[in-house]
Each structure stands twice: as C-alpha cells, then as structure tokens.
C-alpha cells in the first residue's frame, strides 16, 4: 500500500471513529475557538507595541499570546485524546468527561506547551536565518521532531506523566516498536486540508464567474463553512488516530477499526 493510499485508508477508519460521537468533533471546534480567542488577545497589544517601535515588547506579548494559545490547544487536544480513547473502546464519550481528565493534568499540559512553544520558535528563527543547507537540516530536524512528539499528547492524557517523561515515553515507543531507521509517518491531516481546499476553492471560483456580488459572497460564505467543517473533521481523525497509533506502540494491538497491520505501516521506514 502506497504512502497516500495508506493515509486515505487511515483518515477513513478515523473518520468512521468521529462520526461515531460528536463529542469528539465538539472538542477541536471547542478548541479552536478558545486558542483562536487567546490568540486575537495577545495579538492586538502586539501589534500596537510593534507600531509604536516597541519591538522587543512585541515580541515578548507574541511569545506569550504563543505560549498560551498552545496551552488552551494542548488542553483540548488532551481531551480529545481522552474522550477518543473511550469511543475506540466501544463506550460513548462527553466533552465534560474528557475535559475533566485534561484538568486533571493541567501542570503537565501547562510543561508541554512551553516546551513545544520553546521549540517551534527556535526552528522558526533558525529557519529564517539559515541558508539553504541550514534550512534543509532543518527540515530533518523539524521531521523527526514530529515523529518523535507524535504520541506526547495520548500519553499525557492516558498515563498522566510529565512533559518530558511524556517526551520521552513517546520517543522510546517509536524506537522500540518501529527501530531507529524512521522517514515519516502517514499524514491524514494533508488529505483533510485538500479535501476541504479544493472544493472551497472552486467555491469561489464559481462565485466569481457568475459575476454577481451577491452571488459571490453566497459561495464565499459556504466555501470557508466547507474548509472549517473539513479542518474540524480532519483535527478531530488525527486525534484518534494518535491515540490508536499510541496503543499499538504500546503493546496493546489494534483498537477500534484499525488493525495491527494498519498501524504498523503508518509509521514509513527508510530504506
């Protein structure tokens, strides 16, 4: 099975776990909102700082709307995992439910989010300074710091350790369970972002041609309501699918819909 074939057939199995319960797609749109609003609320006094010259006071209120925009995503996504690892065991999740046990680990989510922060902004300032070897080394590094954070957030969520040993845990799974010799794993949030892409672009293409404002605003209007509804659904299946990835990792086998074969082969060796 090719690398795209096998993530098409991830995001189904995973799409057919988020359909199951809503509660799951309620929590990224929970989620999304209260990072998004974090966010807009650093991001104003930033911008006012910058336009009165004060620039390293801009970068400090950005850093932290970064941080605590991470933190308020992190929460969610803790609890995602959390109501996501309940649907795959046949039981019905609730958002109180999920959002329970992320409180519960709020310390370790409040460590992870500034460990995660600390590190996406030293690859971003590196990548903007680097040349383009620097900025291919960089790349490798962004990828394998990818795969090696992949499993933290069901592990903060399911064993409740600490932001490193969370870090730690899930480096130590990948290793144990698919060795050393690691290129990538298969991505189904890139199959969610086209298939909410493409039909909201040609949404607004259509819109134009007709050449009418009104008209054009109508299919503006369900174009973004289309790539929203397919962000919401394609956060919502990697959530779950982390979670099943990390039980398989962890010796448990399949769970849910996804066999030991299909996971297995989500994680691509090199060659």
């Known amino acids: 099975m090719g690398r795209i074939a096998a993530g098409w057939h991830l995001a189904k199995l995973s799409l057919r776990v988020v359909w199951s319960d809503g509660s799951l797609s309620v929590l990224v749109v929970l989620g999304g909102i209260a990072s998004g609003g974090v966010a807009l609320a650093f991001c104003a006094p930033a911008a006012v700082a910058y336009a009165i010259e004060e620039t390293w006071l801009a970068v400090v209120i950005g850093a932290l709307g970064v941080y605590f925009a991470t933190v308020v995503a992190t929460y969610f996504a803790v609890a995602l995992a959390a109501a996501a690892a309940e649907v795959l065991d046949g039981r019905d999740a609730t958002v109180r439910g999920g959002m329970a046990i992320a409180g519960r680990r709020v310390g370790a989510i409040l460590g992870w989010a500034l460990v995660l922060t600390t590190v996406n902004l030293v690859l971003q300032a590196l990548r903007e300074r680097a040349g383009p070897l620097g900025n291919l080394l960089l790349g490798a590094a962004a990828v394998a710091w990818g795969l090696a954070t992949l499993l933290v957030v069901p592990v903060l969520a399911l064993?409740?350790?600490?932001?490193?040993?969370?870090?730690?845990?899930?480096?130590?799974?990948?290793?144990?369970?698919?060795?050393?010799?690691?290129?990538?794993?298969?991505?189904?949030?890139?199959?969610?972002?086209?298939?909410?892409?493409?039909?909201?672009?040609?949404?607004?293409?259509?819109?134009?041609?007709?050449?009418?404002?009104?008209?054009?605003?109508?299919?503006?209007?369900?174009?973004?309501?289309?790539?929203?509804?397919?962000?919401?659904?394609?956060?919502?299946?990697?959530?779950?699918?982390?979670?099943?990835?990390?039980?398989?990792?962890?010796?448990?086998?399949?769970?849910?819909?996804?066999?030991?074969?299909?996971?297995?082969?989500?994680?691509?060796?090199?060659?």
Not at 202 to 216: F, K
């Open 159 to 271: 064993e409740g350790l600490g932001p490193l040993d969370a870090l730690g845990r899930s480096t130590a799974l990948f290793r144990q369970k698919w060795g050393e010799q690691l290129a990538g794993a298969a991505s189904i949030g890139i199959l969610f972002t086209l298939l909410g892409a493409v039909p909201a672009a040609l949404l607004v293409c259509v819109g134009v041609a007709t050449g009418s404002t009104p008209v054009a605003i109508a299919f503006l209007v369900v174009a973004v309501l289309v790539a929203v509804a397919a962000g919401v659904l394609g956060s919502a299946a990697r959530g779950v699918f982390a979670v099943a990835l990390y039980r398989y990792a962890a010796g448990l086998g399949g769970t849910g819909p996804f066999t030991e074969r299909d996971l297995d082969r989500a994680v691509i060796r090199r060659r």
